[in-house]
């Protein structure tokens, strides 16, 4: 028996033989796409029209379609049919220079399939029909003076708004003339790390396992990143009590990045009280407080002391960092000069966008998401570990009472050769010594695994992959 099927307006031709028509369907779909008859996007027909086309059974071709989603060539998403992923172009082959030898040129990895890295939620989640339904609202009632240069600190609406929501939700003391919205964490680490500049601050302490272009916005701004040591409890805070010029210390203390711990309560009182005593400063980095699972959410640093720390949130984790939508909670003593530095840069997200998501809070849908998102996450979380304990029983998974990520622990010394089996394997993963800071010794080994990244479609093959690599 042969079929052939052409479609999409193109000359694209998919010839099945033999009694295995869902195989031979499967097959001839991936040399499609491998080929570059298929481009990435491509929207294939219904699996009813298809298997109208091709004389074969609806469910042939949907169980077809269903494993390639699984293995990642194409992708379905409700309201928009089945496309063909989006897939990375492999590379030209280089030419060998002329010294060097074709018996030495090593094989490459494979271009990465699945995503697994850290720091970026599952953008196809993202609320679309409730953002505009707010944007729309939020245009319809803006006054006129809204799209002009306004104010410095941010939309009001968007201040008030945010003030109620994080007493609620964080436990932090807010008022609005306090908050300024700018455009994204790194934004509100730069003018800070101007204000303490040019108080005189020399030295901002940081973790011991961080993002490194946090401590590199720091650096830059002139500051010295003294580094905390960490034991099995997390960041050792009473360090910072030691005779120096520390005036500032940054922190993630609800759940450690990479990490994974909260600070436990008796570090919490100690940093508060060596910024009271010292008159220095905790910058507090909540960056996915939102989202706990095992009990309820660790409240925010800010509430101990306002005065001492400067609380930093974004919607970059909650809704997605295409938004650009950040705010920092500032004590007293630094609103004005923050003020002034983001204003004489004027960089910040746009009217219509603080607008759009002052009217998302007001209405209950950004509660509403963020408790729809808190399930699903926690629902991969909990499969990655089912997985994990299955295929590599020895491995243990940490940091895993919040957040968007995970750490597997592996054997000493085996990072690297797992991370070059996960490139191999087609996964883009990280490492544990990644945000490990240079001063530190190397005594971990581990994965840093972000399962909110994925696509629905993707997850379990990203999954699949993930337990293939592990020792």
């Known amino acids: 028996m042969a079929n052939e099927w052409a479609t999409f307006g193109a000359d694209l031709h998919l010839e099945l033989r033999g009694p295995r028509l869902r195989a031979g369907l499967m097959d001839a779909l991936r040399e499609a796409v491998r080929s570059g008859r298929l481009a990435a996007g491509t929207r294939l027909p219904s699996s ?3 298997a109208a086309d091709l004389g ?12 390639l989603v699984a293995e990642g060539w194409l992708t379905a998403r409700q309201g928009s049919g089945t496309r063909v992923a989006a897939r990375a172009e492999p590379r030209p082959p280089a ?6 030898s074709p018996a030495l040129s090593l094989p490459r990895p494979a271009p990465p399939t699945h995503n697994l890295k850290a720091g970026t939620p599952d953008l196809a989640s993202f609320p679309r029909a409730e953002w505009l339904t707010a944007y729309r609202r939020a245009l319809t009632a803006a006054p006129n003076e809204a799209f002009g240069y306004g104010d410095p600190r941010g939309r009001i609406e968007l201040r008030g708004a945010l003030a109620d929501y994080l007493a609620r939700a964080r436990g932090v003391h807010a008022r609005p003339e306090r908050i300024v919205v700018c455009a994204g964490f790194v934004h509100g680490l730069m003018l800070i790390g101007q204000v303490l500049r040019n108080r005189g601050v020399r030295d901002v302490a940081v973790e011991s396992y961080g993002l490194g272009l946090h401590t590199g916005l720091l650096t830059g701004a002139g500051l ?9 409890r997390g960041t050792r805070v009473e360090e ?14 609800a759940h450690q990045f990479p990490l994974g ?10 940093v508060v009280d060596w910024a009271r005593a010292s008159g220095g400063f905790v910058l507090e980095d909540d960056y996915d407080g939102e989202f706990r699972y095992d009990r309820q959410p660790v409240g925010a640093l800010q509430g101990l002391d306002p005065e001492r720390v400067v609380y930093f949130g974004t919607a970059s984790k909650s809704l997605a960092p295409g938004l650009r939508l950040a705010w920092m909670v500032l004590p007293e003593s630094l609103a004005g000069e923050v003020t002034a530095a983001k204003g004489a840069v004027d960089w910040s997200s746009g009217a219509p966008d603080q607008l759009a998501f002052a009217e998302f809070l007001r209405s209950g849908a950004y509660d509403r998401h963020v408790r729809a998102m808190r399930l699903r996450y926690r629902r991969r979380r909990d499969q990655l570990v089912t997985a994990v304990a299955a295929h590599s029983p020895d491995t243990r998974v940490s940091g895993i009472a919040a957040g968007l990520h995970a750490v597997l622990a592996l054997p000493p010394g085996t990072e690297q050769a797992v991370l070059r089996s996960a490139a191999w394997h087609g ?3 990280q490492g544990v010594n990644q945000f490990r800071r240079p001063t530190v010794p190397a005594t971990l080994d581990g994965l840093v695994v972000g399962y909110a990244t994925p696509t629905d479609s993707a997850w379990q093959g990203a999954l699949r992959s993930l337990c293939q690599v592990l020792p």
């Open 48 to 50: 009813r029209s298809l």
């Open 56 to 67: 074969m059974a609806r469910n042939t071709v949907a169980d077809a379609y269903a494993e």
């Open 95 to 100: 030419r060998p220079s002329p010294a060097s």
């Open 224 to 232: 010295g990143t003294p580094v905390l040591p960490f034991d099995e």
């Open 240 to 253: 910072l009590s030691r005779p120096g010029p520390v005036g500032a210390v940054l922190m993630t203390a």
């Open 261 to 270: 711990g909260a600070l436990p309560p008796d570090r919490r009182s100690a």
């Open 427 to 429: 996964l883009a993963v």
